[in-house]
């Protein structure tokens, strides 16, 4: 069974910082692209951020604007998502996901596997 598990995340005061981590229990995790998305109520999960197979990034400017870093590790099944200089805009529950394609996509619909989420609070 695929399990994709995220923590990391809490409360934190504007300006500061949160490092999200996903540990996947996938077969090839190498083989597949992940992707950090996020959502808040009443609103569509939105892309944050997501890593091919090989390592390269792919991020949604608009709201990261160069704060946050994605990064995998593929020995120890992981992907992890750096977030900086944070703001009460960046409150959401985070949620890890794995696409089968190996390409790095901010299509929701490119991901097959999702994790439970994690909440990420921003105080002012």
């Known amino acids: 069974q695929v399990q994709l598990i995220e923590s990391g995340g809490g409360l934190v005061q504007a300006g500061g910082s949160l490092r999200l981590s996903c540990a996947a229990s996938?077969?090839?995790?190498?083989?597949?692209?992940m992707g950090w998305f996020r959502q808040t109520p009443g609103k569509e999960r939105e892309f944050v951020a997501g890593?091919?197979?090989?390592?390269?990034?792919?991020y949604d400017e608009e709201s990261v604007q160069g704060r946050f870093i994605i990064s995998r590790d593929n020995n120890k099944n992981t992907v992890s998502l750096q977030m900086n200089s944070l703001g009460p805009e960046d409150t959401a529950v985070y949620y890890c996901?794995?696409?089968?394609?190996?390409?790095?996509?901010?299509?929701?619909?490119?991901?097959?596997?999702w994790g439970q989420g994690t909440q990420v609070a921003v105080s002012s």
């Open positions: 996901a794995a696409a089968r394609t190996g390409i790095a996509s901010s299509n929701f619909h490119a991901y097959v596997y």
């Open positions: 890593i091919s197979w090989a390592g390269g990034a792919i």
């Open positions: 996938l077969r090839s995790f190498s083989s597949y692209a």
